[in-house]
């Protein structure tokens, strides 16, 4: 009962933010911020992958994965559309955010090859240290992606050194973070039961992969 009424609960959020990006649309077209009316079309579409995917493949992703992606691309939009980025600290939380739902992606992404491919057998704490390794070296590679953005188009998308450095360590904190909670979430059980769904689904395309190929053989 509290199992369905978490779930519950989840959609109901889910559905909200999205509610949320359709009205920063709706702000952007008034004031007729073509770069934002562009941005939050692609973040509409973006934000609702998850269900596209559940609709159309069958495929059913995390309910929490869908919220995380959803409250970063409001985060983003909302920052650059309402001017939120002068905030002390807003680009601080947004990246942190970001950075969370990567190393989230990164653990689910292990954790079901680990439980369902045999090419993969990895230690709870092995995953932990690749999700915290893995959040950084994205990390580096959007710092790079900035820097390069920049000498091409003249942007300001880096703000010095020390906004790069910050930035880096945000990734590092929001991996160890996300690994610790992981960790902490499969001694107990409960992270097979968020990645049940997709994991099976997964388990079912890997069988029906193997049974063609035995087939093909015989």
């Known amino acids: 009962m509290k199992k369905t009424s978490l779930k519950i609960g989840g959609v109901i959020l889910s559905y909200i933010l999205k509610i949320i990006m359709i009205i920063f649309l709706i ?9 934002w009316i562009f941005g939050c079309i692609l973040a509409l579409i973006v934000s ?7 609709r159309n493949y069958q495929i059913t992703l995390p309910l929490i ?3 995380l992606i959803t409250i970063a691309l409001i985060l983003h939009v909302g ?10 600290h807003y680009d601080t939380l947004t990246h942190f955010v ?7 992606i990164a653990f689910v992404i292990i954790y079901i090859l680990d439980e369902y491919w045999d090419g993969l057998k990895m230690d709870k704490y092995a995953m932990a240290f690749v999700v915290i390794i893995t959040t950084i070296a994205i ?11 920049d000498i091409i188009f003249g942007t300001q998308e880096q703000w010095g050194y020390n906004d790069t450095i910050k930035d880096l360590f945000i990734d590092m904190v929001a991996g160890i973070i996300m690994a ?8 107990r059980g409960s992270f097979d039961e968020l ?12 069988i029906k992969k193997r049974m063609r190929k035995n087939n093909g053989q015989d």
């Open 180 to 187: 610790f909670i992981g960790v902490t979430m499969i001694k």
């Open 98 to 104: 970001s950075s969370f739902l990567i190393a989230f």
């Open 27 to 35: 702000i952007s077209i008034w004031k007729l911020h073509w770069i």
């Open 79 to 88: 920052g650059g559309l309402l001017g939120a980025y002068g905030i002390s």
């Open 65 to 67: 994965l869908d919220i």
């Open 48 to 54: 609702f992958i998850p269900t596209i995917l559940k």
């Open 195 to 206: 990645t049940e769904d997709l994991g099976e689904q997964i388990d079912k395309k890997i």
């Open 139 to 149: 990390g580096v590679i959007w710092e790079f992606n900035e820097w390069i953005t």
